[in-house]
């Protein structure tokens, strides 16, 4: 959180030791040294640039220092991508560098189900010692690498290592947005949204002014760069009044897990009402309409399926929301010239990852938001 010089130091002069000091809506643990130089008075500032790491985006930023250590964060606007524009996680960034509940160093669990620390040296060379006996003993096959580090560079190292070890059990955190991708449309990775050109926006679960692979970005593109007149609407489905959600246009409050069946009923609507791309349905899609198998039995089709479990009524039942939500979404979608809806967030986080996001690409689909202006870019 940034808040002012004078403050901060006001804030720090009442502390003794590494005190903990309450700060605008937070509690900040303060290191020994902080505390005893702003006793002191008035220290020696300065400024460094850097980037944001708590996403992948890493943004410019510009870091206020008293004798060495930070006490203010913003934007550097002399970065070329990010302008001075900093989203409010990065805005929060000391709250993480001083939060009481950070962890600060290696724990080991002990068998009565206590942490003990230990240090880097310690746990490192641990870890590699156990990871060399299996690799020794071609037991490679028993190590499982679990990350939600969206870097490119991160991941393959990850692979690398793994590979070393005689490993391939690596996991990702957005493993079920891609499986969904893989089998919708044969995608091995996460494919681009066109925000700057997208006029109706659906986001579920994703939180885009504060979460997803670039809140800066997000900002810029559906409000920032654009006239007052040519806003992006955004439609926000999800399960708290977030920072996002309370900017949304229209806000869908449902259960957590039934994303999928909020976009099933708005597709709902747009199919009955015939205001989904037919022609794009038409030329790109398989199984929207009944069809027969090899074997010669009758198939469901997508529209079928649609209109016979997925009417506005029993969706939000299912999400607990009113009918009249899901209409209106699906009703702004379908008179926009580029509607895109988007999936992130709590909506993968359950066990129905992977078919919530084959819902809303199915969404997708129906809107035809594939390859072309403010769509999902392949």
Excluded at 39 to 49: H, T, W
Excluded at 97 to 115: A, C, M, T, V
Excluded at 167 to 188: H, I, K, M
Excluded at 275 to 290: K, L, P
Aim: glycine share 12%.
């Amino acid at each position: 959180m940034i808040v002012q010089r004078r403050e901060f130091l006001k804030l720090l002069g009442v502390s003794t030791g590494a005190a903990s000091v309450g700060a605008c809506g937070g509690t900040w643990l303060l290191p020994d040294s902080l505390v005893e130089l702003a006793q002191r008075g008035p220290g020696l500032e300065s400024q460094k640039q850097t980037i944001c790491g708590l996403c992948e985006a890493g943004c410019g930023t510009s870091v206020r220092l008293v004798d060495g250590l930070p006490v203010g964060l913003k934007g550097n606007p002399r970065h070329p991508l990010t302008r001075g524009g900093l989203c409010p996680v990065g805005q929060a960034g000391l709250e993480v560098l001083y939060s009481p509940d950070r962890i600060r160093e290696p724990l080991r669990r002990s068998r009565g189900g206590g942490r003990s620390p230990l240090s880097w040296d310690e746990a490192l060379t641990e870890i590699a010692k156990r990871l060399s006996e299996l690799r020794e003993v071609g037991d490679g096959h028993r190590i499982a690498f679990l990350t939600g580090d969206p870097s490119q560079l991160s991941s393959d190292l990850l692979y690398r290592l793994a590979h070393s070890l005689g490993c391939s059990n690596v996991a990702r955190l957005d493993q079920p947005a891609v499986a969904a991708y893989a089998l919708t449309q044969g995608l091995e990775t996460h494919p681009g949204w066109d925000l700057s050109a997208a006029d109706v926006v659906i986001s579920f679960g994703l939180d885009l002014f504060e979460d997803g692979s670039s809140p800066v970005h997000a900002i810029s593109a559906l409000v920032g760069s654009r006239s007052t007149e040519h806003l992006a609407e955004l439609i926000h489905v999800g399960t708290r009044l977030s920072p996002s959600a309370s900017k949304a246009k229209v806000r869908l409050d449902i259960h957590p897990g039934t994303y999928a069946a909020a976009a099933l009923g708005i597709a709902h609507v747009l199919v009955r009402e015939g205001s989904y791309d037919r022609q794009f349905v038409a030329e790109h899609t398989s199984g929207f309409d009944d069809w027969v198998d090899e074997r010669g039995r009758e198939r469901k089709g997508f529209r079928r399926l649609l209109l016979e479990h997925y009417y506005p009524s029993r969706a939000a039942l299912l999400c607990g929301c009113e009918p009249a939500r899901i209409v209106e979404a699906a009703r702004r979608l379908g008179a926009a010239a580029a509607p895109l809806a988007l999936v992130g967030g709590s909506a993968l986080g359950g066990s129905n990852a992977t078919w919530t996001a084959i819902a809303v690409q199915a969404l997708n689909a129906v809107l035809g938001s594939f390859d072309r202006g403010g769509g999902v870019v392949l």
